[in-house]
């Protein structure tokens, strides 16, 4: 059975950067190139910040940024803020198996 | 501004049945996949679903297959997700979304979803 696995939390002091990594446990789910990041605040929806592994969409900052090596992609924060705070939850979806997951979500704390 | 508007909070009790639903605007429902996302209280986001209203092409996750029915009336730019038995572990807030696209030509599924809406809770119990 496939998932995604993430840190339940990472911290970091303002300015610092951080790194929220995204692992798969299927061997069988295609080339994982189709992977998402959302950010969701407290009683909010949660807004798309990374698409297809690197890219951003419109409007979302350049602090924010995508990579992927093998089965694990990450979420890099660069220049942490306050607002970043948040849950943050990455996705996949998997054409082949018509399989889509999201990762269990991780707690970023800005200390 | 694009917006994706749903129904309101609903109070079930086990075993009713329940139909939400999602009211688009100001973009081309009928050429964007839309979706249902579950949050259970507490907990992460789960992927329930996707349909294409202008063919009802209609994709489903796994683990919400046979549990939900998903559908969309592209005349009136509604999307729609149902059950026929409530069961208390359905309890949660549920999300419309857009699929997110490139390009307008773009129809590549990638679980990347640009729009929400506000999320529409609902709570089962006896």
């Known amino acids: 059975q496939s998932a995604l696995t993430q840190p339940a939390s990472v911290s970091g002091s303002p300015g610092q950067s951080i790194t929220i990594s995204c692992t798969r446990s299927s061997s069988d789910i295609g080339d994982y190139k189709y992977v998402s990041w959302y950010q969701q605040h407290p009683g909010k929806a949660p807004k798309l910040m990374i698409y297809?592994?690197?890219n951003r969409p419109s409007g979302v900052s350049d602090r924010f940024s995508g990579s992927k090596s093998g089965n694990t992609a990450s979420l890099t924060i660069s220049g942490l803020k306050a607002e970043d705070e948040a849950d943050y939850y990455c996705?996949?979806?998997?054409?082949?198996?018509?399989?889509?997951?999201f990762g269990g979500g991780t707690k970023v704390t800005v200390l | 501004e694009v917006q994706l508007v749903q129904s309101g909070a609903e109070v079930k009790k086990p075993g009713e049945s329940l139909k939400i639903s999602c009211k688009a605007s100001?973009?081309?429902?009928?050429?964007?996949?839309i979706g249902w996302v579950r949050q259970m209280p507490g907990k992460g986001l789960e992927w329930m679903g996707i349909?294409?209203?202008?063919?009802?092409?209609?994709r489903y996750s796994p683990s919400f297959q046979g549990q939900v029915t998903i559908s969309a009336d592209k005349s009136l730019s509604f999307a729609y997700l149902q059950w026929s038995s409530l069961q208390a572990s359905d309890t949660a807030i549920y999300y419309c979304?857009?699929?997110?696209?490139?390009?307008?030509?773009?129809?590549?599924?990638?679980?990347?979803?640009?729009?929400w809406g506000q999320g529409t809770t609902v709570t089962v119990s006896s």
């Open positions: 349909i294409y209203p202008d063919d009802s092409d209609t």
């Open positions: 297809d592994v690197s």
């Open positions: 996705s996949s979806y998997t054409t082949s198996s018509t399989l889509g997951l």
């Open positions: 979304v857009r699929h997110f696209k490139t390009t307008m030509y773009d129809s590549t599924i990638r679980l990347a979803f640009d729009v």
């Open positions: 100001r973009f081309a429902f009928n050429n964007y996949w």
